[in-house]
T-cell receptor
Framework: GAVVSQHPSWVICKSGTSVKIECRSLDFQATTMFWYRQFPKQSLMLMATSNEGSKATYEQGVEKDKFLINHASLTLSTLTVTSAHPEDSSFYIC?????????FGPGTRLTVL | AQKITQTQPGMFVQEKEAVTLDCTYDTSDQSYGLFWYKQPSSGEMIFLIYQGSYDEQNATEGRYSLNFQKARKSANLVISASQLGDSAMYFCAMRERFSGGSNYKLTFGKGTLLTVNP
């Protein structure tokens, strides 16, 4: 149980375009989902917390207008990287919480050319 | 201030031996939780074990056990009988409450890269 999927697993895009990443909880409902970013050889950094039906809560330093988060249902949250630039290239991971434990998706590797 | 400290950037262990990965934490909350996750080279984060601050017994999950010393604020992960497939990055994390809210978030340490030698 507690399986989280992400799509796509990797994406390459041109600078200036937007990319949408989906995060789904497959066998449970998640009122709260989290989005993390991980640069090579570094730890996970929380970007935002997404609650179903309400606005996301962003961590300090994360641009709300650049990283758009939507949590439209109890099983789906999306992260859209708008006007992507090479510095946005990173590994993006979502998680969904069951009680107090977070279960993670497999991650999406974004490369912006 | 760093809330989760993992002092071992890398560790080596021989196959079939036990290894301890260190983790210390800092919090003023009475209620908190500590987690260990494994991240293989594929990137997925795999939940290993959880210890609640009020749990009196150390958590165990198969070959994984958590050596919880509350007074010392440490939550070390012990892997027994290491296997080649245990080679991965290991992250210690603490559940803490959002300031002013009722939601919780995880704060991660910098990780320890474990290499199991045959």
């Amino acid at each position: 149980g507690a399986v989280v999927s992400q799509h796509p697993s990797w994406v390459i895009c041109k600078s200036g375009t937007s990319v949408k990443i989906e995060c789904r909880s497959l066998d449970f409902q998640a009122t709260t989902m989290f989005w993390y970013r991980q640069f090579p050889k570094q730890s996970l950094m929380l970007m935002a917390t997404s609650n179903e039906g309400s606005k996301a809560t962003y961590e300090q330093g994360v641009e709300k207008d650049k990283f758009l988060i939507n949590h439209a249902s109890l099983t789906l949250s999306t992260l859209t990287v708008t006007s992507a630039h090479p510095e946005d290239s990173s590994f993006y991971i979502c998680s969904a919480s069951v009680i107090y434990t977070q279960y993670f998706g497999p991650g999406t590797r974004l490369t912006v050319l | 201030a760093q809330k989760i400290t993992q002092t071992q950037p890398g560790m080596f262990v021989q196959e079939k031996e036990a290894v301890t990965l260190d983790c210390t934490y800092d919090t003023s909350d009475q209620s908190y939780g500590l987690f260990w996750y494994k991240q293989p080279s594929s990137g997925e984060m795999i939940f290993l074990i959880y210890q609640g601050s009020y749990d009196e017994q150390n958590a165990t999950e198969g070959r994984y056990s958590l050596n919880f010393q509350k007074a010392r604020k440490s939550a070390n992960l012990v892997i027994s009988a290491s296997q080649l497939g245990d080679s991965a990055m290991y992250f210690c994390a603490m559940r803490e409450r959002f300031s002013g809210g009722s939601n919780y978030k995880l704060t991660f340490g910098k990780g320890t890269l474990l290499t199991v030698n045959p």
